[in-house]
Nanobody, 125 residues
Framework: QVHLVESGGGSVQAGGSLRLSCAAS????????MGWFRQAPGKERELVAA????????YYTSSVKDRFTISRDNTENTVYLQMNSLKPEDTAVYYC??????????????????WGQGTLVTVSS
């Protein structure tokens, strides 16, 4: 099992940048695909970006393509989400999650192995 802790959230003006980090404990981190999800008030949780165990393959939802970058450092047991050109509609609680594969990460919420506690990102206009 892996335990996840997010950090890096905060308040920023539109057009600004933030970098989220998700630190994992446990020796199996490098075997997991990882994802960043977000949930805005009154909306369902959605997948924002995902990365496979090696860092070779990534996925982005269309609304964040060319603005967000997901990456991971398996030596540091950490996954990152670099968010640039932030928009007010990016305001949400951001969660990282671990799954057994990219297929699992990109197709289900209920089948994931671990979730972080979330970090709030607020983008003002």
């Amino acid at each position: 099992q892996v335990h996840l802790v997010e950090s890096g959230g905060g308040s920023v003006q539109a057009g600004g940048s933030l970098r989220l980090s998700c630190a994992a404990s446990g020796r199996t981190f490098s075997s997991y695909a990882m994802g960043w999800f977000r949930q805005a008030p009154g909306k369902e949780r959605e997948l924002v970006a995902a990365i496979d165990w090696s860092g070779t393959n990534t996925y982005y939802t269309s609304s964040v393509k060319d603005r967000f970058t997901i990456s991971r450092d398996n030596t540091e047991n950490t996954v990152y989400l670099q968010m640039n050109s932030l928009k007010p509609e990016d305001t949400a609680v951001y969660y990282c999650a671990a799954g057994r594969s990219m297929l699992v990460i990109t197709t289900t919420l209920n089948g994931l192995d671990a979730w972080g506690q979330g970090t709030l990102v607020t983008v003002s206009s």
